[in-house]
């Protein structure tokens, strides 16, 4: 069952990272919804499946608010679920100070409370609907539940792998930089290497097309999406031979032993993309931004993200 969002539905998500993903969580919020946010809850009008990103732990719709529980529970009291069993969470809010925030046998109570005015069956283990409550800023929240699935995790245990490769998780939250709608979007990862940025973007349903000059990796490419039951189109070729118009670009930057690139050669390749894209999201473990204003970029935003001994740097340019 899926409740039907009204027009200027306000929805609330909970985030949770690493520090090291501080920087690059805050870029995707910022792609995902236009906005920020200093703690760990963001609200907006824009509805996200919460799966989407690495970093989003769970959405709540927004259908019910009140200044206290009493008057939540009023209005939770004309609820209809029409036939259908539910499940109530009560979805911590980790920004508020301890002293807010309520003791576990408190939430347990809660949620049983507003289980007791709905108007509909309980069912703890296999419910229709999941419902949430949550306390923000002083306010008490109803609505939709959604819990987030970990995709990128389960993409972790793929055939082919390189330890310089983005991780899933980095991977996941790139894509979404780089194309926060995708509807009618066209994409291409032209070094799309193992193919770590494909298999997030195919289950996501992005439409993306792959390309690498290396002929010993494809194959390796094309096992890690089939092994979880995606395809794309994934080509040979050097990025100064695509011809082809997309919207998006994603640009892993070669830097590994076997692929050393001189500035000249990171020119050649960003001049490439600025022909063939409108949109360019690079990631690079060097300084370029000199070399991407000479290929005629304008540098949006940027995020930073720290792996091992070396940081990577997520840019955005139009």
């Known amino acids: 069952m899926d409740i039907t969002p009204q027009k200027g539905t306000t929805y609330i998500y909970t985030y949770a990272h690493y520090e090291d993903e501080r920087s690059l969580c805050a870029l995707e919020m910022r792609s995902l919804f236009s906005q920020d946010s200093d703690s760990n809850v963001l609200e907006s009008s824009v509805k996200i499946d919460p799966s989407r990103s690495p970093f989003i732990k769970e959405r709540i719709t927004a259908m019910y608010e009140a200044e206290n ?9 004309s609820f209809q679920l029409r036939g259908a069993t539910f499940k109530v969470t009560y979805v911590k809010n980790n920004g508020q100070v301890k002293s807010e925030q309520e003791s576990f046998e408190k939430r347990r109570a809660i949620e049983r409370e507003i289980g007791l005015h709905i108007n509909g069956t309980a069912d703890l283990r296999n419910p229709d609907q999941l ?137 050649e390749m960003l001049q490439s993309a600025r022909r063939f894209s409108n949109k360019v999201v690079v990631v690079t473990v060097e300084p370029i931004d000199e ?25 955005v340019c139009n």
């Open 131 to 267: 419902l949430g409550i949550m306390n923000i800023n002083g306010r008490w929240i109803f609505g939709e539940y959604v819990k987030s699935e970990s995709v990128w995790f389960r993409h972790q245990q793929k055939p082919n792998d390189y330890s310089t490769a983005l991780s899933t998780r980095v991977a996941r939250a790139v894509v979404n930089i780089a194309i926060p709608n995708p509807i009618g979007v066209t994409a291409i990862d032209p070094c799309c290497g193992i193919g770590t940025v494909l298999v997030e973007a195919r289950s996501m349903g992005i439409d993306i097309v792959g390309s690498d000059r290396n002929p010993l990796i494809l194959p390796g490419a094309r096992e890690n999406l089939a092994h979880f039951g995606l395809s794309a189109e994934i080509n040979r070729a050097d990025i100064r031979d695509i011809n082809d118009h997309y919207d998006v670009a994603i640009i892993d930057l070669p830097y590994n032993l076997c692929s050393v690139i001189n500035p000249e050669e990171q020119l």
């Open 291 to 315: 070399i991407l204003l000479t290929a005629g970029f304008t540098i949006k935003d940027r995020a930073f993200v720290k792996k091992q001994s070396f940081i990577r740097e997520v840019i």
């Open 69 to 77: 529980l009493e008057d939540l529970l009023k209005q939770v009291g």
